[in-house]
């Protein structure tokens, strides 16, 4: 049997080592792949797959990219979830003997990419890493490479809350110990888009012992350590910028299930996934991507205390009255740079002098920025100010030593200054000044031969030359000058001393290029020392960056800055915070709301679109923003501190799990009732349409009494179950709202209101109307709606069906054919469903699924009576 090339037979050892990635093997210019991975690179990167001859009979599929052209392709791997391994030549290949000895020097991963192109600098890059114990508990890290910060959380069992922790994060990867039980894998996998990695082996490394100092937990250590030994294999390069990790109380803040992140659509909206419509994209006018990393942070996790929120609120306060000065402010964050990524270049060894230029620039601006600070009358705002220290040490470094506009490539001179180095000065001085003499030599020998034209030029051949034309070479003397160059109009010459000099400053030169090296990275060793002093400023910044954001928005947007109690909810004339923006007439309805222990349950009825979503999410955002510690859309807020907030809202099918849309819903109301507590907030909105009408609103009254009786929580419920409004007889604490809508030459007029008490009527009828299904139809369906309204309607059975009684698609079938039958209960209950169908609030995806459904049930038997 033929063998494999040794080549081959060296791919495939380091192959077997990375299994999981891309395997890039550098074969000269290009990085080639082989067999399965060249099958699949192929095809997801749109490059041609080619054969190579590896030995054996068959030959072995290959594909390639050209080495200078890899970053692009790798970024499109990555992003797609993969990893790549970059294998390259580790000695010279002329020397070698043999094969050339080939290593992986990295291992690219979503969750470790460092490269600025492949990073969007207003969001955080994750790779998390998940422990879970003997004792059921979860230990979750995880860890920016590229700003090197650190978090780590404990769960004391519950998988779920794992899950909506991780949920909604920038993370990319999540490093587990392959006996994770499988079950808990596949939920990490499909529920959040991860890449999964394994790290079995965890040994707590000394070097990272002060990085670990604070963690006073064996596990906690184990499960910082099993990221860090990952980070360690794959990377392969120092992580000196890691900072210790900072332990996360989950019990200090607000917490927002998955459902609940998603459903308010608080950093990116439901459909498109994108930040335009969320409540991060009104929010952030932060200038700086750094703080506008971290205003995405708080917005995820509001506070708890209501000190800090009160500090925050002043700090705001402060910056919203000195208008002046916040736009002075804003205007010197714009030449702040992103100290934090560039602290975790510095520490990856991957910047440059333009770079350190540019971290000067930024650092130079601090002190102006902090007496500003200190010249507004707030203590909040004072308090930051002391908190920028100026590393006025760093900035005289970084003066004495770069000079002002470096070139991009580190290697080739003209980065350091005069004067920082002595032995640089010198080389420098011979080298200009062997220039100098050979300017006055030009002009010396200019005049002895009497040649005007004679020059003295270099090139890299032939070094330093003299240039005579021909015409004037019989003025030259004899013997003095060596022939050296014939050009067609002039002949190069050279003399001795002339050699002697450009010895001299071509040896100056070089080494002094190659010092200029050393010092470069002489001095960024130093800086790497000052990283933890970056980042601390780095965070300063940030933070002065969202406080200012938040008061440039309360401004501009009207927000009132809302006080804090534990007895009553109340909100005047309150706006949705994105719904008013993207509205483009101006013309949002702000509605008040009270919620307080007498009465903590808002039953919400109105026909659709009338507004009680959009209501319902308003209480949320407002909460959630209070609690960030911004200003509130409304003119008077007096809010509540929530513990948790839980939201059920809309028919937002969970498409990415494929699981019913029913079963989102309970699973939801189930997450909601299993933990809220008395202070949290609920929403509701419009559960149990997932199903046939009367399990769905036995379902929904069933768990609104729950709440009533046992969990007291505040909550709103909307519905479009007109029977359940007569709950206000049994439950005490229950009141009835409802949107106002006015009737106006037959036609609906949504006048988005609120108003007490229950809606009287269904106005379902009338939006069919407005999407101009037939006359006919309508009619009939009018007809339909006042029998059905006669009817008693009980809300704990079903009202009893009349069996005589035609729905208008028999009505409509009996026109035409002249037949007559009579409906049954699953013909009845598929009207109803179509009654039901809120066209408006439906994506065509939702409307396909709801219609596929209603069909299957028809097909499923044919109706009979
Ligand atoms: P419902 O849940 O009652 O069906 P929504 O809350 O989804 O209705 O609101 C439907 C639409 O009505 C929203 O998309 C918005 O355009 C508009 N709307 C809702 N509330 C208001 C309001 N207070 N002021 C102005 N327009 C509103
Ligand atoms: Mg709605």
């Known amino acids: 049997m033929a063998k494999l090339t040794p080549m081959m037979e060296q791919y495939l050892r380091i192959k077997a080592d990375y299994q999981d990635a891309f395997l890039f093997f550098r074969l000269g210019d290009f990085y080639e792949m082989f067999f399965d991975d060249a099958i699949k690179a192929s095809r997801e990167l749109e490059i041609t797959l080619t054969k190579r001859d590896g ?278 964050l714009k030449s702040v740079y992103d100290l934090e990524r560039l602290a975790g270049r510095i520490a990856f060894g991957n910047v440059n002098a333009r770079d350190l230029i540019q971290l000067k620039k930024s650092l130079k601006r601090l002190p102006g920025m902090k007496e500003l600070l200190a010249s507004i009358d707030n203590n909040q705002i004072n308090h930051l100010a002391n908190l920028l220290e100026y590393p006025e040490d760093l900035v005289e470094l970084l003066e004495n030593s770069i000079m002002e506009e470096p070139p991009i490539s580190i290697k080739e001179g003209s980065i350091i200054k005069d004067g920082y180095h002595e032995q640089l000065d010198k080389y420098r001085y011979a080298s200009r000044n062997g220039k100098k003499w050979i300017a006055e030599l030009e002009q010396k020998e200019k005049k002895e031969t009497n040649i005007k034209s004679l020059k003295i030029g270099y090139n890299r051949v032939f070094g330093y030359y003299i240039e005579v034309t021909k015409a004037n070479l019989h003025l030259l003397p004899e ?110 309805v702000p509605n008040d709301i009270v919620l307080d222990d007498e009465k903590s349950i808002l039953l919400i009825t109105g026909p659709n679109m009338s507004g009680k979503s959009t209501y319902m999410r308003q209480l949320a955002l407002i909460a959630i923003m209070g609690q960030i510690g911004c200003f509130v859309p409304c003119d008077e807020a007096q809010l509540i501190i929530f513990d948790q907030i839980f939201t059920r809202i809309g028919a937002a099918d969970d498409l990415v799990s494929g699981q019913s849309t029913f079963m989102v819903e309970m699973l939801e109301a189930n997450h909601a009732i299993a933990h809220a507590t008395e202070r949290s907030l609920i929403l509701l909105d419009e559960i149990g349409r997932g199903t046939s009408t009367y399990d769905g609103m036995a379902l929904a009254q069933a768990i609104v009494e729950y709440i009533h009786d046992h969990i007291h929580a505040k909550t709103l419920f909307s519905t479009h179950y007109h029977e359940l409004t007569a709950l206000d007889e049994s439950l005490s604490k229950l009141r009835n709202i409802h949107v106002r809508a006015e009737e106006y030459e037959g036609n609906v007029v949504f006048l988005h209101q609120i108003k007490e008490g229950a809606a009287d009527k269904s106005y379902g009828i009338h939006v069919a109307q407005l999407a101009n299904l037939p006359d006919k139809l309508i009619e009939r369906a009018s007809i339909i709606l006042k029998q059905l309204e006669s009817d008693d309607a009980s809300v704990i059975q079903s009202p009893p069906v009349e069996s005589n009684q035609l729905s208008f698609f028999e009505e409509a079938v009996k026109e035409e054919n002249k037949l007559t039958s009579v409906p049954n209960e699953k013909e009845l209950s598929i009207l109803n469903a179509l009654d039901n169908i809120d066209l408006f609030d439906m994506t065509p995806l939702e409307a396909m699924n709801e219609l596929h459904r209603l069909q299957k049930i028809v097909r499923k038997k044919v109706i009979t009576k």
């Open 479 to 588: 013997g003095k000058y060596e022939r050296k160059q014939t050009l067609t109009n002039a002949e190069r010459f050279i003399t001795p001393d002339l050699k002697e000099k450009e010895q001299l400053i071509l040896e100056a030169e070089e080494k002094s290029v190659e010092l200029e090296y050393t010092l470069f990275t002489e001095i960024r060793e130093k800086i790497k020392i000052q990283i933890p002093r970056l980042q601390s400023l780095a965070e300063v910044i940030s933070k002065i960056d969202v406080l200012q954001a938040f008061a440039t928005v309360s401004e501009a947007n009207n927000y009132n800055r809302p006080t804090f109690t534990d007895e009553k909810l109340q909100v005047k004339n309150g706006r949705h915070p994105v719904i008013e923006q993207v509205m483009d007439d101006g013309t949002f």
């Open 55 to 332: 030995g054996k009979e068959e030959p072995i599929p290959m594909c390639g990219i050209p080495y200078h052209a890899a970053e692009g392709y790798i970024k499109n791997l990555v992003e797609k979830g993969y990893k790549v391994a970059i294998c390259e030549q580790v000695e010279d290949p002329k020397t070698a003997k043999g094969v050339v000895k080939r290593e992986v020097v990295q291992l690219i991963t979503p969750g470790t990419v460092m490269e600025s192109t492949m990073l969007n600098e207003r969001n955080n890059n994750y790779i998390a890493s998940l422990s879970h114990f003997n004792d059921s508990s979860f230990v979750v890290v995880y860890c920016d490479l590229s700003t090197g910060e650190s978090r780590i959380a404990h769960f004391s069992s519950d998988f779920d809350r794992v899950i909506h922790e991780f949920y909604n994060q920038p993370i990319k990867e999540i490093v587990v110990s392959s006996n994770l039980p499988e079950e808990l894998k596949k939920q990490l996998t499909d529920k959040l888009q991860v890449t999964l990695s394994y790290q079995d082996e965890v040994t707590f490394n000394g070097e990272y012992r002060n990085i670990c100092e604070n963690l006073n937990d064996e596990r906690l250590i184990k499960a910082f350590s099993r990221l860090l030994n990952y980070i360690q294999y794959t990377q392969k390069r120092s992580l000196d910028h890691l900072q210790q990790a900072e332990i996360i109380e989950l019990d200090h803040f607000l917490s927002l299930d998955m459902y609940s992140k998603r459903n308010l659509e608080l950093t990116e909206t439901i459909l498109k996934k994108g930040r335009h419509g969320s409540l991060l994209w009104v929010l952030d006018k932060t200038v700086t991507a750094m703080g506008s990393r971290m205003l995405k942070k708080w917005i995820e996790r509001p506070l708890l205390d209501k000190i800090q929120i009160t500090n925050r609120l002043d700090a705001v306060q402060g910056f919203y009255q000195a208008f002046m000065e916040r736009e002075e402010l804003r205007e010197s």
